[in-house]
């Protein structure tokens, strides 16, 4: 599986869309095309992504 | 003497792109192994774009594995690399110390058999709350916790400052073994905040964006909707303080005999 992901990486770096009323505004500001978005976002996943708590039985929790 | 492994823990922020310190992208980049816990797969190809070698975390996950299992096997994944005398990096989302047992860990027991390690912060989900929601916890005084630990362990709110849980997604959940809990174990927890809190008492779900595409989610509901709503592993749930604080005069006085 390829990813071009430098299309989100470049907008996360230079772009915030509280700065924009929607994603269009922000992608026309931009230069991406909204393809390169699609395209990437076509793979997006959620993970699991708990890291805590830790167990109640260490030693350093009671 | 120290050994020649090396162990680095570093921050990727929350919103891909936009929060990853200088540091933390050098580290990773100059690593021998990477090993990511990323919270989206788009995350974790990034990082795979940083260094040829980058091992993802997320397999150790599994619904009804105690969650400690996973941990401390995603401890010594990255320690037996370390003991292997590599340069590691393990690049946690958003602030590797936060809400975080496992990035801990393994540096607590890299430098117990002699190795250098240490952790250098990232852009946790909690700064990207103070920024989105405009909340300074200087003002009122800020309580962070994990809301299982809060069921558990007793702990008293101070309904004069902010109290923001974490994780109640799972909230209740003794096994460490849910991706989720149920709406009953929720109102266990809504039963204890109702000791203190009115019903109709306005709180805020939260969701900071991981992609840079995404909006930031922000839901005000009443306390006793929450058992009700749905609540993902990454909402967090904010308390603004229900009552004003008072001065204490005793104190203020033996402070001014001081002058």
């Given at each position: 599986?390829?990813?071009s992901?430098k ?14 009323n ?24 959620e ?16 | ?10 921050g ?30 788009l ?6 774009e940083?260094n ?7 397999k ?19 320690l037996?690399e370390?003991r ?27 430098k ?7 952790m ?9 709350l ?8 200087g ?7 994990e809301?299982?630990q ?23 959940d ?19 905040l ?43 749930v904010v ?19 001081l002058?």
């Amino acid at each position: 599986m390829s990813i071009s992901i430098k299309a989100l990486e470049e907008l996360g770096s230079t772009q915030s869309l509280k700065q924009f009323n929607n994603i269009g505004e922000m992608l026309t500001a931009t230069g991406i095309t909204q393809k390169a978005i699609d395209d990437v976002i076509a793979y997006n996943k959620e993970h699991i992504c708990v890291l805590f708590p830790e167990d109640d039985d260490e030693p350093d929790n009671q | 003497m120290k050994h020649k492994g090396k162990l680095v823990n570093v921050g990727l922020g929350m919103t891909l792109g936009a929060h990853i310190t200088p540091i933390s992208r050098n580290y990773i980049e100059k690593a021998d192994v990477v090993f990511v816990a990323a919270s989206n797969n788009l995350v974790e190809h990034w990082v795979k774009e940083m260094n040829p070698d980058v091992r993802s975390l997320q397999k150790y996950y599994q619904e009804g594995i105690s969650r400690m299992k996973t941990y401390r096997k995603m401890v010594e994944a990255i320690l037996s690399e370390v003991r292997l005398g590599k340069n590691v990096c393990g690049a946690f989302y958003g602030h590797p110390g936060v809400f975080a047992w496992a990035p801990h860990e393994s540096i607590r027991q890299a430098k117990a058999e002699g190795f250098q390690a240490h952790m250098e912060p990232g852009i946790s989900a909690e700064d990207c709350l103070y920024a989105d929601l405009g909340i300074d916890p200087g003002r009122f005084g800020c309580t962070h916790l994990e809301a299982s630990q809060f069921m558990f362990r007793n702990k008293s709110i101070d309904s004069t400052s902010y109290l923001i849980l974490w994780q109640v997604g799972i909230a209740g959940d003794k096994s460490l073994s849910k991706f989720s809990t149920p709406k009953e174990y929720k109102k266990v927890l809504v039963d204890i905040l109702l000791k203190t809190y009115p019903a109709d008492f306005k709180i805020i779900l939260y969701e900071c964006a991981v992609l840079p595409i995404e909006h930031t989610f922000i839901k005000e509901i009443n306390v006793s909707d929450l058992q009700d709503t749905a609540i993902s592993l990454k909402t967090t749930v904010v308390f603004p303080p229900l009552h004003k604080t008072t001065l204490n005069d005793d104190i203020i006085k033996q402070v001014e005999k001081l002058k």
